[in-house]
Antibody, heavy 119, light 110 residues
Framework: QVQLVQSGAEVKKPGASVKVSCKAS????????IHWMRQAPGQGLEWMGIYTCDSRIIYAQNFQGRLAVTRDTSTTTVYMELSTLTSEDTAVYLC?????????????WGQGTLVTVSS | QSALTQPASVSGSPGQSITISCTGT?????????VSWYQQHPGKAPKLMIYAVTYRPSGVSNRFSGSKSGNTASLTISGLQTEDEADYYC??????????FGTGTKVTVL
């Protein structure tokens, strides 16, 4: 069955970086886009970026310069690395899948990774 | 890219209809037929309810419907039920190739 399994919770100090993984299984990994979103405690969803099936990477303007999304096809894993963390980056980070050309997320999401930024 | 604007909360009694608006610009909502709506219950992942403005995925109740006029999209829930109580988010593709979510609306069933 289709699964997106994310890495575990992280606690980081301000100024540090965090790398979260999203391992896909149960489908043809290279034929789907993977999006990254985050949700701060009690807040709404925020779109961060996308790694497309044809290896294009697009970032939200708010994260330009400190977000890096990469893909390892050998392990069917997509990574999200956010640098220069502040307390405002404390959030649950989520990956989700898109069928190319659909322009929406389907119902396969990772379970979420809580990143806490605290001194 | 600013978040799309949604009302913070909408409420209704069981059986009633409610409508949630989602206002953007000509660079997102108004420029494409790529508005989608997601339902999120506490502690759960979002669930796709509407895509491409008006289309319902298989398995989603026909009580949910979507529309768009200019830069504003809308989600209507008819025959409101207790299980509809959740947060709802709109989303749109944008001219820069990015996506943007709405600010979110908490639906309360009275």
């Amino acid at each position: 069955q289709v699964q997106l399994v994310q890495s575990g919770a992280e606690v980081k100090k301000p100024g540090a970086s965090v790398k979260v993984s999203c391992k896909a299984s149960g489908y043809d990994f290279t034929n789907f886009h993977i999006h990254w979103m985050r949700q701060a405690p009690g807040q709404g969803l925020e779109w961060m970026g996308i790694y497309t099936c044809d290896s294009r990477i697009i970032y939200a303007q708010n994260f330009q310069g400190r977000l890096a999304v990469t893909r390892d096809t050998s392990t069917t894993t997509v990574y999200m690395e956010l640098s220069t963390l502040t307390s405002e980056d404390t959030a649950v980070y989520l990956c989700a899948r898109e069928i190319p050309g659909a322009y929406h997320l389907d119902d396969y999401w990772g379970q979420g990774t809580l990143v806490t930024v605290s001194s | 890219q600013s978040a799309l604007t949604q009302p913070a909360s909408v409420s209704g009694s069981p059986g009633q209809s409610i409508t949630i608006s989602c206002t953007g610009t000509s660079s997102d909502v108004g420029g494409y037929e790529y508005v989608s709506w997601y339902q999120q219950h506490p502690g759960k992942a979002p669930k796709l309810m509407i895509y491409a403005v008006t289309y319902r995925p298989s398995g989603v109740s026909n009580r949910f419907s979507g529309s768009k006029s200019g830069n504003t999209a809308s989600l209507t829930i008819s025959g409101l039920q207790t299980e509809d109580e959740a947060d709802y988010y709109c989303s749109s593709f944008t001219t820069t190739g990015t996506y943007v979510f709405g600010t979110g609306t908490k639906v309360t069933v009275l």
